[in-house]
């Protein structure tokens, strides 16, 4: 049999797989999106076909919510999210999302495909969360994205962009924060191997960022009159102008274009520009063209364009005020290099005119601010439950996007909804409901009954059908490192290959498989010649299942527009047994007698399960007796069932005038007056049907 490793491309088919390979019950439409409680897996309603991008969008997120129930605790996650809150809820999402999806990746080449594919064309698309909301979405985002491009570095695109905004949130602590949290991820990552593992790491990186944030409280910040002692000792402050001052105890040797000396109370200085003032005590050694500030006791020296100055007495601070090329205060406080402009993002940041770090719109917001205030207001962000690459959001804006006939690619494809699989652990034991569809009672006096009147007349059309829908044995063989020694692998013992001997496995594979959905609405009930054309159902119900029984055909059975007012009931599942079968076959009267023919829907639904079965020929037969509700509808369903790879044959009992809606769609059936006359126009009617 097939497994989810060379399941057919269609996401129906590929759902249904990965369902039955990992015991899962998935739920296709419903009003739920893509999500995940543990035990089952909901997908949103979706055409038949997608395009290729999001075809594998769907087998990625599949593979991702697959992860989440093999190898998250999603019990703990919710109780760790209730404690820690939302920052930390996220944080630890992120770093489940990497444990889980390696685990994986190393489960299965497939898996490890695809969620790297699919994650590839959220990063194509812009798709995804790049940590520019707030500095507690970019730590989050930064620690999924820097450790996924270590396993796929073709991921380091997206990490890029989001450490460029991790470091516009941090602003001039970036320098010191980013590195840290990487050596942290670098040492405490390999080990983790569980959600709760995870759960630790991310308490580690909260309690990390809180010692960085006292780290920096407790280091002493400089004063401002030491910051203009070393501002005037390096000489980093400088005016657009070379001045000189005279002054009664200080020499003014200004550098530049003028050159001067002074005197103890005659200043004589050469060059353009001029100046006089008076001060006790003062010092000025500008330099260069740029902000500058002269501090001398009392003295204010204020310069112009010209390069003149003047100093006036009686003033405790000195300011320049230069006008020219350059404008700005040279306070003490804004003087020199106030602060440290730390890089932000893929280049340097830059000084505004008062010395602070400018790096985007992330350090404009946090210019200023403490790590202390950045990582309190970190720990309160209310930051949501949307992943970092939300495959599943992705999904859910297509199906909403479809839905709406907003989506071009998609306009007038009809949508699969209430399909469901369930292979869960004991869903095969349970009588009330398989599939998401209540099951027929059975009936073992009435199957008697049928038994008796249908006789062997089965056995006519079992031997015209077996040769087409008979399952066919085949014989694998395969290199292994036991078993008979093979010749054409000697060559491998000069390669240090022990793989030297053969092992050939039969296996039985699935040529056909069959669908059959039967007609329970009111009007099968009316009774005609003595029989009602529900009778005669059950009847051809019960000759088409043992003849299906003969050639071992896997088959199914529904019953659609019951009485119970649902759509399909389950009769016999793929996994039921003959016996089951024709017991509820004879308990479908019961279902009998619901309001409408809804032959569109019911082909839909019973066409969707067959396309997600393995077999390589897919055949489903619709038992009515006519007329549907909406004719167009029904036959658009068909249609679409048919592009989808599975053959539609109606079999119609009861009047001819039934079948012209049939025949102007040209649409495959066959018809007869009864039961016992449907099956002889099927069989003449073979070789057409399946060629």
Excluded at 151 to 159: C, Q, Y
Excluded at 257 to 265: A, L, V
Excluded at 414 to 436: N, R
Excluded at 455 to 470: F, Q, W, Y
Aim: hydrophobic share 35%; glycine share 10%; proline share 3%.
């Amino acid at each position: 049999m097939r497994s989810v490793k060379t399941a057919p491309e269609g996401w129906i088919q590929f759902l249904r797989s990965l369902a039955c390979d990992n015991k899962l019950k998935v739920v296709v439409g419903h009003g739920v999106g893509a999500a995940t409680d543990g035990e089952t897996l909901w997908v949103p309603a979706l055409p038949e076909k997608l395009t290729p991008d999001d075809l594998v969008l769907f087998k990625g997120n599949a593979f991702h919510e697959v992860g989440h129930i093999r190898k998250s605790n999603i019990k703990f996650f919710q109780a760790f999210s209730k404690e820690h809150g939302s920052f930390a809820q996220f944080l630890l999402n992120a770093l489940d999302d990497v444990f889980m999806e390696g685990a994986m990746a190393t489960w299965k080449k497939m898996a490890s495909r695809y969620l790297l594919d699919s994650t590839m064309v959220l990063i194509n698309r812009g798709q995804f969360r790049d940590g520019s909301a707030s500095l507690g979405e970019a730590v989050a985002c930064y620690c999924l994205s820097y450790l996924t491009a270590k396993r796929w570095p073709t991921v380091g695109a997206a990490e890029i962009r989001i450490e460029a905004n991790l470091r516009k949130h941090l602003a001039e602590h970036a320098d010191k924060v980013v590195p840290a949290l990487r050596n942290l991820l670098d040492a405490e990552f390999p080990a983790v191997k569980s959600t709760e593992d995870g759960a630790a790491l991310a308490l580690k990186i909260i309690d990390l960022l809180k010692m960085l944030a006292e780290q920096e409280q407790s280091q002493p910040s400089p004063s401002a009159d030491d910051d203009e002692s070393q501002d005037d000792a390096e000489g980093s402050s400088a005016s657009d102008q070379s001045q000189s001052d005279d002054t009664n105890e200080s020499e003014s040797e200004p550098q530049g274009e003028d050159k001067g000396e002074g005197k103890k109370e005659e200043s004589e200085p050469n060059g353009e520009g001029k100046g006089d003032g008076n001060a006790d005590e003062s010092s000025s050694d500008p330099k260069g063209e740029g902000k500058g500030e002269s501090k001398a006791g009392d003295s204010k020296p204020e310069q112009n364009g010209d390069g003149s100055g003047k100093s006036e007495d009686g003033a405790d601070d000195s300011e320049s005020d230069p006008q020219g090329e350059g404008k700005g205060s040279g306070k003490a406080e804004h003087a020199g290099s106030e602060s440290n402009s730390s890089e932000a993002g893929e280049g340097n940041g830059a000084q505004d005119d008062n010395g602070a770090s400018q790096s985007g719109s992330g350090s404009e917001a946090n210019s200023g601010k403490s790590l202390q205030q950045m990582v309190d207001e970190m720990l309160k962000e209310q930051l949501g439950n949307q992943e970092v690459f939300d495959k599943g959001s992705a999904i859910e804006e297509l199906a909403k996007g479809i839905s709406s006939g907003a989506n071009e690619a998609y306009k007038g494809q009809p949508v699969i909804e209430g399909l469901v699989f369930d292979f869960a652990t004991g869903a095969g034991k349970t009588e009330g409901f398989a599939d998401g569809m209540p099951v027929v009672e059975a009936d073992k006096a009435m199957a008697k009954v049928i038994s008796d009147v249908t006789g062997r007349k089965a056995n006519v059309m079992g031997n015209r059908l077996r040769a087409l829908l008979a399952n066919r044995e085949e014989t694998d063989e395969y290199d292994a490192r036991n078993g008979r020694l093979c010749e054409r692998n000697l060559h491998r013992f000069a390669l240090d290959d022990s793989r030297v001997f053969a092992k050939a496995e039969e296996r039985v594979e699935d040529t056909a498989a069959v669908s059959i959905t039967a007609d329970l609405s009111g009007s099968t009930a009316m009774a005609r010649d003595g029989s009602s054309v529900a009778e005669q159902i059950r009847i051809a119900l019960t000759l088409i299942e043992k003849v299906l029984h003969e050639v071992g055909t896997p088959r199914e059975i529904l019953g659609f527009a019951p009485n119970s007012g649902q759509l399909n009931c389950m009769v016999k599942t793929f996994g039921d047994n003959h016996r089951v079968a024709l017991d509820r076959i004879a308990g479908m009267h019961r279902l009998v007698g619901g309001d409408c023919t809804p032959i569109g829907d019911a082909v839909l639904q019973a066409g969707a399960r067959l396309m997600g079965h393995e077999a390589q020929r897919k055949l489903l037969f619709v038992i009515t007796d006519g007329l549907p509700d909406d004719v167009a509808h029904a036959r658009d369903m068909t249609q679409t069932v048919l592009q989808g790879g599975v053959e539609v044959i109606y079999l119609v009992i009861g009047s001819a005038k039934a079948c012209t809606w049939l025949q102007s769609a040209n649409i495959k059936f066959a018809h007869a007056e009864n039961a016992e006359g449907l099956i002889p126009a099927l069989v003449s009617k073979v070789a057409e049907f399946l060629k």
